[in-house]
């Protein structure tokens, strides 16, 4: 059972920056597409950014060049680095990992998740 515990979550003015860590109980970054995923009370969850196992990267139109998500195989960690955050980036954040399908990323629900984060940004 593979397990991801987030952490990095916190309160920032708008403009500051927060990074985000995901850190795997296994080797899995070869195997497994990493997504982080964010959360506002009701909304759906959306997918904020992903990286497959080929190290290519995808993020949500939302995101505005202002997130970059990363990894540290040695550390078995992923992180986001948010920079500019904004009122509206306040969520949830939680990390997940799901074989790949076909060489791509799922489309649908992943199997492992983190915890989740909690990120405020204020004005």
């Known amino acids: 059972q593979i397990e991801l515990l987030d952490s990095g979550g916190g309160s920032v003015l708008a403009g500051g920056s927060l990074r985000l860590s995901c850190a795997a109980s296994e080797a899995i970054f070869s195997a497994y597409c990493m997504a982080w995923f964010r959360q506002t009370p009701g909304k759906e969850r959306e997918v904020v950014a992903t990286r497959n196992t080929d190290d290519t990267t995808k993020y949500a139109d939302f995101v505005k060049g202002r997130f970059t998500i990363s990894k540290d195989n040695a550390k078995r960690t992923l992180y986001l680095q948010m920079d500019n955050l904004e009122p509206d980036d306040t969520a949830v954040y939680s990390c997940?990992?799901?074989?790949?399908?076909?060489?791509?990323?799922?489309?649908?629900?992943?199997?492992?998740w983190g915890q989740g984060t909690q990120v405020t940004v204020s004005s």
């Open positions: 997940a990992a799901d074989r790949m399908i076909q060489r791509r990323c799922p489309v649908g629900p992943y199997t492992y």
